[in-house]
């Protein structure tokens, strides 16, 4: 079955302690993204990535980082995570870059407390 | 950077009723418009999209309808249903190559009565 893996799907965690939430993809596809999603401010896009070692950021980058060392997974690393990045967390991948449709995870919902 | 704005952030119809989503943006090279629409703990699913070289589309019960000259396109849901329940994004980009950035709006909660 074509999908997106996130895991994991709830993490309650202590600030400063680094943390890393995983995605995966088994379409092939070239993109992928990171999102997070807060009430009433909809989606933000954090990373993305259009290949394999071709990252940039998005527009909420501060506090995160991505690597994409192979073409199906794109990790989200936290080093410090602080309590204002506590939130709901979408990964997401699509055939190519804008203009195909983006393929959702099933999302990761983190508390830094 | 591109901004969209989405209007309203509550929408309560009646079902059977029509429903409007309007959304606007800022870039005027953004060329690629979708919609997405998030059930209560789900993921967001692409229902719709349209590029700027078309005025409108449409999918069966759900169209949607662009203005390049205004920078705003709309979202419109005819004769809805219980299950259209849901939160509608609306984004925007500037396509094209190897781009990849997709700003969404803040999203309209949708309430369908029986």
């Known amino acids: 079955e074509a999908q997106v893996t996130q895991n994991p799907r709830y993490l309650i965690t202590v600030t400063g302690k680094k943390l890393t939430v995983t995605c995966s993809q088994n379409m092939n596809h070239e993109y992928m993204s990171w999102y997070r999603q807060d009430p009433g401010l909809g989606l933000r896009q954090i990373y993305y990535s259009m290949n394999v070692e071709v990252t940039d950021k998005g527009d909420v980058p ?52 | 950077g591109e901004n969209v704005e989405q209007h309203p952030s509550t929408l309560s119809v009646q079902e059977g009723d029509s429903a409007v989503i309007k959304c606007t943006y800022s870039d005027s090279a953004s060329n690629y418009f979708p919609w997405y629409k998030q059930e209560l703990g789900k993921r967001p699913q ?19 309808t662009l203005n390049k000259t205004a920078k705003h396109f709309s979202l419109h849901i005819t004769e809805t249903q219980p299950e259209d329940s849901a939160v509608y994004f609306c984004a925007g980009a500037r396509g094209g190559g190897s781009n990849y950035k997709l700003t969404f709006g803040k999203g309209t909660l949708l309430t369908v009565n029986p």
């Open chain 1, 62 to 113: 501060e506090g995160y980082k991505v690597s994409r060392k192979e073409k199906r997974n794109f990790p989200l690393i936290l080093e410090s995570p602080s309590p204002n990045q506590t939130s709901l967390y979408f990964c997401a991948s699509s055939p190519q870059g804008v203009g195909t449709e983006a393929f959702f995870g099933q999302g990761t919902r983190l508390t830094v407390v």
């Open chain 2, 46 to 64: 692409l229902i719709i999209d349209i590029r700027s070289n078309v005025g409108e589309k449409k999918d069966q019960r759900i169209a949607v």
